[in-house]
């Protein structure tokens, strides 16, 4: 019985080369390079905001950036303003976070939203909540 099939086996080796004549089509160094290097995805552009700084007469102003975490499109005094929570290296308000209040004839249309940039520079005054936060003069929005 195994000499059966070692002989089939043996047979199999002989006979069935599985398609495959030990020999590869040449290929030219281009072809090699595109199977072996992946093509180079094109990545999204950072959004920048314009260099901003505050006027040499303004006293207690600040200048930050930040990404958006909250929006308040409707301020509850009812004035107009729109008020943006971000997470900011300036940390005006607290560690990692500035406020930005945006006056009615500064927000922008549509109002920027969670991920976008946004920066801005202006005096630093206490908000309703007891908050420090910007009062912008100059208001830039990067998507």
Same mark, same amino acid.
């Given at each position: 019985?195994? #000499? #059966? ?10 006979? +069935? *080369? ?15 390079? +595109? ?21 040499? *007469?303004? %006293? ?6 930040? %990404? ?6 409707? *301020?509850? !005094?009812? +004035?107009?303003? #729109? ?17 930005? !209040? ?6 922008? !249309? ?5 991920? *976008? ?24 929005? #990067?998507?």
């Amino acid at each position: 019985m195994l #000499a #059966a099939g070692l002989m089939v086996g043996a047979w199999f080796l002989l006979v +069935d *080369d599985g398609g495959d004549t030990g020999e590869r089509p040449p290929q030219s160094s281009e072809q090699i390079l +595109d199977w072996e290097v992946p093509a180079q995805s094109s990545q999204p552009e950072e959004p920048t905001l314009p260099e901003m700084s505050c006027p040499p *007469d303004l %006293t207690n102003c600040e200048v930050a950036t930040g %990404t958006v975490i909250y929006v308040e499109a409707v *301020d509850p !005094d009812g +004035d107009g303003d #729109a008020h943006f929570v971000t997470l900011s290296n300036q940390s005006i308000t607290s560690t990692g976070i500035t406020v930005f !209040d945006v006056k009615p004839e500064l927000r922008p !249309d549509p109002l920027p939203g969670r991920g *976008d940039l946004i920066g801005g520079y202006g005096p630093v005054f206490q908000g309703s909540y007891g908050q420090s936060q910007i009062e912008v003069i100059e208001f830039n929005v #990067a998507r």
